[in-house]
T-cell receptor, first 117, second 116 residues
Framework: GAVVSQHPSRVICKSGTSVKIECRSL??????MFWYRQFPKQSLMLMAT?????????EQGVEKDKFLINHASLTLSTLTVTSAHPEDSSFYIC?????????????FGPGTRLTVL | GENVEQHPSTLSVQEGDSAVIKCTYSDSASNYFPWYKQELGKGPQLIIDIRSNVGEKKDQRIAVTLNKTAKHFSLHITETQPEDSAVYFC???????????????FGQGTILTVHP
């Protein structure tokens, strides 16, 4: 159990276009989802925390107008990279946290490789 | 905020040997410490976790120890196999309750290579 999927797994786009990445919890309800980005040979950097039905909370230095996050249901969160530029190329990973009290475990998706030309 | 330091950054062992990775954290309010294994091009996979009310936890060849007083925790892998080769990340969290919403702070990662 506790499976998280991401779509697409890989995307290549032109500079200036927008890209949407979906994150789904397949067998549990994720009241909270997190979005991370990871550069080669580096650790995961938290971008934002998303609670179902409310606005996302962004980490310092992350542009909320550039990285739009929507958590419309307990099983789906989306990240839209608007007006993407080559420096946005990275590995984007989401995770879901089950809402039951005392359940701290985050389950991660397989990641989405974004390449902006 | 929380800061997690992880060592070593790379670790090379022979198959069958043990591997130990250590992490320290700064915020005494942290109470949940998971370890993740990440293979190339994939998302992190939880391999073991420990909560602050426990000093040690074991799952087959993998064990984690926690010293709350010293604010450090370690991952121990015994009888290593080539398929254990991956990047391992430690993390710390103040738990899902409260305003942190279970946010994880990750260590820098350890590249483990197990030679046949």
């Amino acid at each position: 159990g506790a499976v998280v999927s991401q779509h697409p797994s890989r995307v290549i786009c032109k500079s200036g276009t927008s890209v949407k990445i979906e994150c789904r919890s397949l067998d549990f309800q994720a009241t909270t989802m997190f979005w991370y980005r990871q550069f080669p040979k580096q650790s995961l950097m938290l971008m934002a925390t998303s609670n179902e039905g409310s606005k996302a909370t962004y980490e310092q230095g992350v542009e909320k107008d550039k990285f739009l996050i929507n958590h419309a249901s307990l099983t789906l969160s989306t990240l839209t990279v608007t007006s993407a530029h080559p420096e946005d190329s990275s590995f984007y990973i989401c995770s879901g946290l089950a809402g039951r009290l005392g359940t701290d475990t985050q389950y991660f998706g397989p990641g989405t490789r974004l390449t902006v030309l | 905020g929380e800061n997690v330091e992880q060592h070593p950054s790379t670790l090379s062992v022979q198959e069958g040997d043990s591997a130990v990775i250590k992490c320290t954290y700064s915020d005494s309010a942290s109470n949940y410490f998971p370890w993740y294994k990440q293979e190339l091009g994939k998302g992190p996979q939880l391999i073991i976790d420990i909560r602050s009310n426990v000093g040690e936890k074991k799952d087959q060849r993998i064990a984690v120890t926690l010293n709350k007083t010293a604010k450090h925790f370690s991952l121990h892998i015994t009888e290593t196999q080539p398929e254990d080769s991956a990047v391992y990340f430690c993390a710390a969290s103040m738990g899902a309750g409260g305003t942190s919403y279970g946010k994880l702070t990750f260590g820098q990662g350890t590249i483990l290579t197990v030679h046949p």
